[in-house]
Each structure stands twice: as structure tokens, then as C-alpha cells.
């Protein structure tokens, strides 16, 4: 099959609306500024005593623009192992907030950017990482609501959202410790309500594509309205 430049133009002409129209109807997310570390290196101290070397943004948007779409919901679950101060957290996490449906009801917006959290994990060797891992992904939601003017939000979404910070991004060494890590799944029964159980990543470990045996948790919580969970 043979173009000529009439088709190859047309085609050109098409695709370049189609990315015209899909960033015009984007939800905007704004990414948190300031943490950028040049080179990727803070010192060679940290490369020789933690191999810590931060993967620059655009590489990070590039790897994630090989994922297919549909991997990057709110309820796909991702784990970064060795995540730094959160590169590919804040990315992840920003197409996230990407997907979700933009309301006027304070509540259901805080829902969706909650669910978008509980999904989305990081282990790092620094706990200094950790911290500011933590603090990015907290600037980046709350600027998101800002942004959409959801601003009166209750002091209990201040609670859960640190909850679900402190429990799914958390300071370890992944080679060393992954086996003793817990992680907590978060499930949504019905709107508004979440349901909690806790697995040791080992039990993940050891459940693979031919095992017909499902991994057993440690606790199961119950379920509890979102602003209520602690």
C-alpha cells in the first residue's frame, strides 16, 4: 500500500487535532516544584553509600508514556521499590489525578484523589527521601483540589490522607527487608467506605501467575467511612 503527500498530509493534519483536542480537554495538573536534584546526584557521598542516583523527569515521563493508559488509574495499584524522593511517585500519581471525573461536590472530589493515593506505593533506603516523597505527593493532591477551587474540605481528609502517606510510602530496604514489609490494600465496597487488609509482601511474593492459591492476610479492618480511617 502506497500514500501519496495529499494522504500523508491529511494524516498529519489528523493526528495533530487529535493531541490538540486531547491536551485542551486535559484535567490540568499542576506537579510540585522544587525538588529537582541537578544531575540526578545530591552528593557522591549518597551515590557510594546509598546508590542514589535520581531519574531525571523526562526520562520518567518517557517510560511511563510506554504504559498503556488504562495501567495509570485511580485503582491500579503501582509500587516503586527503590523511589526516592519521588519521581515516579508524583508522575504516576499526577496521571492519576488525570483520569479521575472533575465534580462540584467537595466530598466526591476528595473521594476520588483519596483512592488515587491508596493505590500508589514507594519503598526507599533514605528516610530523608521518604519525607519528602511524602510532602510531594501531599503538595501535589491539595494543589489539585485548589485548583478545582475545593477548598473547604474536612479536617478528618488531613488525617487520611497522612494515614495512607505514612502507610504506603515507607522507609526500608527493599533487598534486604522486602519479606517483613507490610502493605495494606484498600478496597472501596461502596462509595465513600473503605475496607483495609494487610498483607506481608512475602505472602505476595509467593502467590505467582500458575498458583491457584490466593494470598492470606495478616488483619482484615473493617469497613469505615474514608474520613474515618485510621
Not at 541537578?38 to 546508590?51: C, F, K, T
Not at 521499590?81 to 489525578?97: D, M, Q, T, W, Y
Request: with cysteine.
Amino acid at each position: 500500500m502506497t500514500f501519496s503527500s495529499d494522504d500523508l498530509t491529511s494524516m498529519k493534519t489528523f493526528l495533530e487535532e487529535k493531541v490538540t483536542q486531547k491536551t485542551e480537554n486535559a484535567i490540568v495538573v499542576e506537579k510540585p516544584i522544587g525538588y529537582e536534584v541537578e544531575n540526578g546526584i545530591r552528593s557522591w557521598d549518597r551515590v557510594v553509600d546509598l546508590a542514589e542516583v535520581f531519574t531525571p523527569n523526562w526520562l520518567v515521563e518517557e517510560m511511563l508514556n510506554s504504559i498503556p493508559d488504562k495501567v495509570i488509574v485511580p485503582e491500579a495499584r503501582t509500587l516503586e521499590p527503590s523511589c526516592g524522593n519521588g519521581n515516579f511517585l508524583v508522575e504516576i500519581v499526577a496521571r492519576k489525578l488525570q483520569s479521575i471525573k472533575i465534580s462540584n461536590e467537595s466530598n466526591e472530589m476528595c473521594f476520588q484523589v483519596f483512592k488515587c493515593l491508596t493505590s500508589t506505593y514507594g519503598v526507599d533506603i533514605s528516610e530523608s527521601n521518604v519525607i519528602e516523597a511524602r510532602s510531594r505527593l501531599r503538595d501535589l493532591v491539595f494543589g489539585f483540589l485548589s485548583k478545582y477551587k475545593i477548598n473547604s474540605i474536612d479536617s478528618k481528609f488531613n488525617t487520611a490522607i497522612n494515614y495512607v502517606l505514612i502507610n504506603n510510602i515507607v522507609h526500608a530496604d527493599f533487598l534486604k527487608n522486602a519479606e517483613s514489609l507490610e502493605i495494606i490494600e484498600f478496597t472501596f465496597p461502596k462509595l465513600f467506605h473503605v475496607s483495609q487488609r494487610i498483607f506481608t509482601f512475602l505472602e505476595l511474593l509467593e502467590i505467582n501467575s500458575e498458583s491457584f492459591v490466593f494470598p492470606r492476610p495478616t488483619k482484615i479492618l473493617p469497613t469505615v467511612y474514608y474520613l474515618d480511617i485510621k
